[in-house]
Protein backbone atom coordinates (compact mmCIF):
# COMPACT_ATOMS: atom_id res chain seq x y z
CA UNK A 1 0.00 0.00 0.00
CA UNK A 2 0.90 3.43 -0.82
CA UNK A 3 2.69 4.96 2.11
CA UNK A 4 3.03 8.55 3.59
CA UNK A 5 3.10 11.09 0.66
CA UNK A 6 4.35 14.74 1.32
CA UNK A 7 4.54 17.28 -1.44
CA UNK A 8 6.42 19.34 -2.90
CA UNK A 9 9.99 17.21 -1.72
CA UNK A 10 11.57 21.08 -2.04
CA UNK A 11 10.79 24.30 -1.48
CA UNK A 12 13.04 27.70 -1.58
CA UNK A 13 10.73 30.65 -0.58
CA UNK A 14 12.11 34.14 0.62
CA UNK A 15 11.97 35.90 4.20
CA UNK A 16 8.51 37.29 5.00
CA UNK A 17 6.39 34.99 2.65
CA UNK A 18 4.37 32.11 3.98
CA UNK A 19 4.16 28.60 2.52
CA UNK A 20 1.80 25.09 2.99
CA UNK A 21 2.58 21.87 3.07
CA UNK A 22 0.81 18.76 2.39
CA UNK A 23 0.90 15.71 3.93
CA UNK A 24 -1.42 12.27 2.92
CA UNK A 25 -1.39 9.55 5.09
CA UNK A 26 -1.36 6.22 4.68
CA UNK A 27 -4.87 4.75 4.15
CA UNK A 28 -6.78 4.33 7.30
CA UNK A 29 -4.84 6.24 9.08
CA UNK A 30 -6.18 8.83 11.17
CA UNK A 31 -3.57 10.67 13.51
CA UNK A 32 -1.12 12.66 11.81
CA UNK A 33 2.13 14.54 13.04
CA UNK A 34 4.53 16.64 11.92
CA UNK A 35 7.95 17.35 13.12
CA UNK A 36 10.80 19.58 12.13
CA UNK A 37 14.31 18.51 11.65
CA UNK A 38 17.45 20.85 11.34
CA UNK A 39 21.07 20.28 12.04
CA UNK A 40 21.19 22.31 15.28
CA UNK A 41 17.83 21.20 17.17
CA UNK A 42 17.82 17.49 16.15
CA UNK A 43 13.63 16.47 15.65
CA UNK A 44 11.40 18.57 17.07
CA UNK A 45 7.44 18.14 16.97
CA UNK A 46 5.12 20.41 15.42
CA UNK A 47 1.50 19.43 15.95
CA UNK A 48 -0.68 15.96 16.07
CA UNK A 49 -4.14 15.92 14.11
CA UNK A 50 -6.69 13.18 15.00
CA UNK A 51 -9.72 12.95 13.15
CA UNK A 52 -9.65 16.73 12.52
CA UNK A 53 -8.98 17.59 15.60
CA UNK A 54 -5.37 19.35 16.95
CA UNK A 55 -4.33 17.09 20.33
CA UNK A 56 -0.95 18.21 20.89
CA UNK A 57 1.29 20.83 19.91
CA UNK A 58 4.78 21.08 20.45
CA UNK A 59 6.44 24.70 21.33
CA UNK A 60 6.81 26.68 18.57
CA UNK A 61 5.39 29.75 17.57
CA UNK A 62 2.21 30.80 16.22
CA UNK A 63 3.71 31.16 12.77
CA UNK A 64 3.67 27.49 12.57
CA UNK A 65 -0.08 25.76 12.17
CA UNK A 66 -1.52 23.44 10.58
CA UNK A 67 -5.05 21.22 9.70
CA UNK A 68 -6.32 17.78 8.88
CA UNK A 69 -9.30 17.25 6.24
CA UNK A 70 -11.61 14.47 6.61
CA UNK A 71 -10.05 12.43 4.99
CA UNK A 72 -6.98 12.78 6.95
CA UNK A 73 -4.77 14.26 4.83
CA UNK A 74 -2.87 17.17 6.63
CA UNK A 75 -1.16 20.68 5.65
CA UNK A 76 0.96 22.22 7.84
CA UNK A 77 1.49 26.75 7.25
CA UNK A 78 4.35 28.77 8.21
CA UNK A 79 3.69 32.21 7.97
CA UNK A 80 6.25 35.08 7.30
CA UNK A 81 9.13 33.07 6.92
CA UNK A 82 12.41 33.32 9.02
CA UNK A 83 15.76 32.10 7.95
CA UNK A 84 15.76 29.84 11.12
CA UNK A 85 12.61 27.57 9.42
CA UNK A 86 14.79 26.22 6.98
CA UNK A 87 14.29 22.66 7.57
CA UNK A 88 13.45 19.64 6.58
CA UNK A 89 9.67 19.19 7.79
CA UNK A 90 8.84 15.20 8.32
CA UNK A 91 5.32 14.32 8.52
CA UNK A 92 4.24 10.90 10.35
CA UNK A 93 0.82 8.65 10.42
CA UNK A 94 -0.17 5.97 12.47
CA UNK A 95 -3.11 3.78 12.90
CA UNK A 96 -4.64 5.04 16.27
CA UNK A 97 -3.38 6.50 19.14
CA UNK A 98 -2.24 3.79 20.59
CA UNK A 99 1.71 3.73 22.18
CA UNK A 100 2.68 0.86 20.79
CA UNK A 101 1.97 1.95 17.36
CA UNK A 102 5.06 3.13 15.90
CA UNK A 103 4.44 6.34 13.06
CA UNK A 104 5.40 5.41 9.57
CA UNK A 105 7.12 9.05 8.13
CA UNK A 106 7.48 10.69 4.24
CA UNK A 107 10.07 11.66 2.80
CA UNK A 108 9.73 15.24 4.08
CA UNK A 109 10.04 18.86 2.88
CA UNK A 110 12.91 20.27 2.25
CA UNK A 111 12.13 24.34 3.15
CA UNK A 112 15.00 26.95 2.25
CA UNK A 113 14.29 30.42 3.34
CA UNK A 114 16.73 32.65 1.50
CA UNK B 1 10.45 16.15 31.16
CA UNK B 2 10.95 13.23 28.45
CA UNK B 3 14.44 12.93 26.82
CA UNK B 4 16.44 10.30 25.10
CA UNK B 5 20.14 10.53 25.49
CA UNK B 6 21.99 8.52 22.95
CA UNK B 7 25.69 8.23 21.95
CA UNK B 8 27.75 10.62 20.29
CA UNK B 9 28.26 10.48 16.75
CA UNK B 10 29.62 9.68 13.98
CA UNK B 11 30.63 6.35 14.08
CA UNK B 12 32.79 4.44 11.72
CA UNK B 13 33.39 0.63 11.34
CA UNK B 14 34.52 -1.85 8.83
CA UNK B 15 32.21 -4.35 7.00
CA UNK B 16 31.14 -7.04 9.17
CA UNK B 17 32.31 -5.48 12.92
CA UNK B 18 30.05 -5.70 15.58
CA UNK B 19 28.07 -2.63 16.00
CA UNK B 20 26.39 -1.05 19.54
CA UNK B 21 24.84 2.42 19.34
CA UNK B 22 23.65 3.56 23.31
CA UNK B 23 20.29 4.82 24.04
CA UNK B 24 19.24 5.92 27.79
CA UNK B 25 15.90 7.74 28.34
CA UNK B 26 13.97 9.46 31.04
CA UNK B 27 10.57 9.22 31.04
CA UNK B 28 7.22 8.88 33.44
CA UNK B 29 5.58 5.67 33.78
CA UNK B 30 6.37 2.78 31.13
CA UNK B 31 7.04 4.14 28.04
CA UNK B 32 7.12 2.31 23.99
CA UNK B 33 10.37 2.68 22.81
CA UNK B 34 11.53 3.20 19.16
CA UNK B 35 15.02 3.01 16.93
CA UNK B 36 14.63 4.79 13.79
CA UNK B 37 16.94 5.03 10.89
CA UNK B 38 17.23 7.87 8.18
CA UNK B 39 19.51 7.20 4.78
CA UNK B 40 20.62 10.09 2.86
CA UNK B 41 17.54 12.21 1.56
CA UNK B 42 14.83 10.46 3.04
CA UNK B 43 12.33 10.39 5.62
CA UNK B 44 12.39 8.30 9.04
CA UNK B 45 12.24 4.41 9.15
CA UNK B 46 10.93 2.40 11.92
CA UNK B 47 13.59 -0.17 12.21
CA UNK B 48 12.75 -1.71 15.54
CA UNK B 49 10.20 -1.36 18.53
CA UNK B 50 9.47 -2.40 22.04
CA UNK B 51 6.40 -1.83 24.47
CA UNK B 52 7.24 -3.22 27.50
CA UNK B 53 10.20 -4.08 29.81
CA UNK B 54 12.00 -6.90 28.82
CA UNK B 55 10.50 -6.88 25.31
CA UNK B 56 13.05 -7.51 22.50
CA UNK B 57 12.43 -5.80 19.33
CA UNK B 58 15.04 -6.68 15.99
CA UNK B 59 14.94 -6.60 12.48
CA UNK B 60 17.10 -6.82 9.44
CA UNK B 61 19.67 -8.32 12.10
CA UNK B 62 19.41 -5.40 14.23
CA UNK B 63 18.33 -5.53 17.84
CA UNK B 64 17.63 -3.71 20.86
CA UNK B 65 16.04 -4.35 24.64
CA UNK B 66 14.31 -2.83 27.09
CA UNK B 67 15.88 -2.84 30.01
CA UNK B 68 13.82 -0.50 32.53
CA UNK B 69 16.33 -1.23 35.45
CA UNK B 70 18.81 0.79 33.66
CA UNK B 71 16.41 2.76 31.62
CA UNK B 72 18.28 1.69 28.24
CA UNK B 73 17.51 0.36 24.71
CA UNK B 74 20.50 0.16 23.02
CA UNK B 75 20.85 -0.97 19.16
CA UNK B 76 23.18 -4.08 18.62
CA UNK B 77 23.90 -5.80 15.40
CA UNK B 78 26.28 -8.63 15.27
CA UNK B 79 27.98 -8.13 11.74
CA UNK B 80 27.23 -4.55 9.92
CA UNK B 81 27.21 -4.04 6.13
CA UNK B 82 28.12 -0.97 3.84
CA UNK B 83 24.11 -0.64 3.53
CA UNK B 84 23.84 0.25 7.15
CA UNK B 85 25.51 3.19 6.75
CA UNK B 86 22.46 5.87 7.89
CA UNK B 87 21.82 8.09 10.86
CA UNK B 88 20.32 5.98 13.61
CA UNK B 89 17.13 7.82 15.64
CA UNK B 90 15.92 6.31 19.15
CA UNK B 91 12.58 7.80 20.31
CA UNK B 92 10.32 6.90 22.90
CA UNK B 93 6.35 7.60 23.44
CA UNK B 94 5.05 8.26 26.09
CA UNK B 95 1.53 6.49 27.26
CA UNK B 96 -1.22 9.10 26.58
CA UNK B 97 1.03 11.26 24.56
CA UNK B 98 0.76 11.49 20.89
CA UNK B 99 4.74 12.74 19.78
CA UNK B 100 7.21 10.83 19.52
CA UNK B 101 10.62 12.08 21.46
CA UNK B 102 13.72 11.71 19.95
CA UNK B 103 17.39 11.55 20.85
CA UNK B 104 19.94 13.52 18.67
CA UNK B 105 20.97 10.42 16.03
CA UNK B 106 23.93 8.97 15.95
CA UNK B 107 25.74 8.78 12.21
CA UNK B 108 27.40 5.31 11.22
CA UNK B 109 29.56 4.63 8.89
CA UNK B 110 30.16 1.24 7.45
CA UNK B 111 33.69 1.21 5.21
CA UNK B 112 34.02 -1.72 2.89
Known amino acids: KAGVTQTPRYLIKTRGQQVTLSCSPI?????VSWYQQTPGQGLQFLFE???????NKGNFPGRFSGRQFSNSRSEMNVSTLELGDSALYLC?????????????FGSGTRLTVV | GDSVTQMEGPVTLSEEAFLTINCTYT??????LFWYVQYPGEGLQLLLK?????DKGSNKGFEATYRKETTSFHLEKGSVQVSDSAVYFC???????????FGQGTRLTINP
Open chain 1, 92 to 104: ASSLDRDRGNGYT
Open chain 1, 27 to 31: SGHRS
Open chain 1, 49 to 55: YFSETQR
Open chain 2, 27 to 32: ATGYPS
Open chain 2, 50 to 54: ATKAD
Open chain 2, 91 to 101: ALRREGAQKLV
